[in-house]
């Protein structure tokens, strides 16, 4: 399935200077999903880690050995890691607390710079992790599937040119749409088939958002 996110991981496969990935986002919005789809076109091979499942790979002591020891058990001998994504995934299971997340990601940073390394986590890591951390990773912050990602995955040519006319307020009715489950009866029966609490919910975030880019505007400002 077309998400943007996936063009990013690909611009990122290619960087010179790359650091390892963290893909950050809500509860399903997809991100697994996304990451799989990258790694199925751009590498030969896709290893996971799902601490979800099982968190083994966190018990005992972290070491480069051990990890490699995990990691080659999946692997080729004649197979290269240029070629394979290995994927940490669920970083912020219940089994995993914020100080032993933050020493994964200290252990990836500083040790498996040779790997091609990209964690998946629901955690709001600007909140959690230092800003020294996260400068050693590549971020990627994952939304629901906005109207252009829809639009794409139904083919709908037509109505993405529309959309390319739209004022900024009228993409942000779609794009809340959609992240609100409502996008695809928004399209199929218009917006009087909405109820009027799924109405002012609509326009409830639409003033919040555009307060919130309101004072983001002025902060920048007055940085600057």
């Not at 601490?51 to 490699?68: A, C, H, M, V």
Request: proline fraction near 1%; glycine fraction near 6%; hydrophobic fraction near 40%.
């Amino acid at each position: 399935m077309y998400r943007d996110i996936i063009a990013g991981l690909a611009s990122w496969k290619d960087k010179a200077d790359r650091q390892p990935a963290v893909v950050t986002g809500a509860v399903s919005v997809g991100k697994t999903t996304a990451v799989k789809e990258f790694a199925e076109r751009f590498y030969n091979k896709l290893i996971i880690f799902d601490l979800q499942k099982d968190p083994s790979i966190l018990s005992g002591e972290l070491t480069r050995k051990n990890f490699d020891e995990k990691t080659q058990a999946y692997m080729d001998v004649t197979e290269s890691k240029e070629d394979i994504l290995v994927v940490i995934d669920h970083l912020d299971t219940e089994k995993v607390g914020n100080h032993q997340a933050a020493e994964v990601l200290r252990f990836i940073c500083y040790n498996l710079m040779d790997y091609n390394v990209c964690v998946i986590t629901s955690l709001n890591v600007w909140r959690i992790f230092s800003e020294g951390l996260l400068a050693r990773f590549d971020l990627f912050e994952m939304y629901p599937v906005s109207l252009r990602e829809f639009l794409i995955i139904n083919r709908d040519r037509e109505l993405l040119e529309c959309v390319e006319h739209m004022t900024e307020k009228e993409k942000m009715k779609y794009e809340i749409a959609g992240e609100l489950g409502l996008l695809e009866r928004v399209l199929n029966d218009g917006w009087r088939s909405l109820t009027a609490k799924e109405t002012g919910r609509i326009g409830g975030l639409v003033t919040r958002r555009k307060r919130q880019m309101a004072a983001e505007g002025k902060n920048e400002n007055e940085e600057k």
